[in-house]
């Protein structure tokens, strides 16, 4: 058990913690800007999925919508993976 919490506490850093992931070379405020871009992102991906899966019973949006925040995540920590500082 100990070792699946170490793999959750790892997998979360990696997104969550931008002293981990790759936004930490980024200056402070861009690093919030980028980091609070991608929590509003997000955020809307799950409503308007949850919204469209309630209202019209479609899952297809919920999950063109996911790939979708996903590929922008993964562009966004590439990106900031190449920034040099």
Do not use: K
Request: a positive charge; charged letters at 15%.
């Amino acid at each position: 058990m100990n070792a699946m919490q170490n793999a959750m506490s790892e997998s979360y850093r990696a997104v969550m913690d931008p002293s981990v992931n790759p936004l930490r070379r980024l200056p402070p405020i861009r690093r919030f800007q980028t980091m609070l871009f991608l929590s509003m992102m997000w955020t809307l991906i799950f409503c308007v999925g949850t919204g469209a899966w309630l209202w019209y019973g479609e899952l297809v949006a919920f999950h063109v919508l996911l790939a979708l925040g996903v590929f922008v995540t993964g562009t966004t920590f590439h990106r900031a993976g190449r920034t040099s500082e």
